[in-house]
């Protein structure tokens, strides 16, 4: 659903949101291959606020000189 990794210099950050089974989502942050945040929603209105957060979040850090790492995509 979201899979996202920024690099700057040698940091690294990766946002991603994907579907649980049977119903749920995983929310993950990880910053320098470090597990920062690690969420199972089933509601999806929270999972709606953590995608809005990473969006901004991703938008100041790009506008900061961030960038897409190399064969990393939004979906």
């Given amino acids: 659903m ?5 690099q700057r210099a ?3 950050r990766r946002y991603s949101i ?4 049977p ?5 993950r942050f990880e ?3 470090n597990l920062r945040r690690h969420d199972c ?3 999806w209105h929270r999972v709606e606020r953590a995608l809005a957060q990473f969006r901004v979040e ?11 790492a190399p064969n990393d ?3």
């Fill in 2 to 6: 979201f899979d996202l990794c920024l």
């Fill in 10 to 12: 040698q940091q690294t």
């Fill in 18 to 21: 994907v579907s649980a089974e």
């Fill in 23 to 27: 119903s749920g989502w995983l929310v």
């Fill in 31 to 33: 910053e320098d291959r």
């Fill in 41 to 43: 929603y089933h509601d």
């Fill in 58 to 68: 991703v938008t100041s850090l790009r506008a900061s000189g961030w960038e897409i």
């Fill in 73 to 75: 995509i939004t979906q």
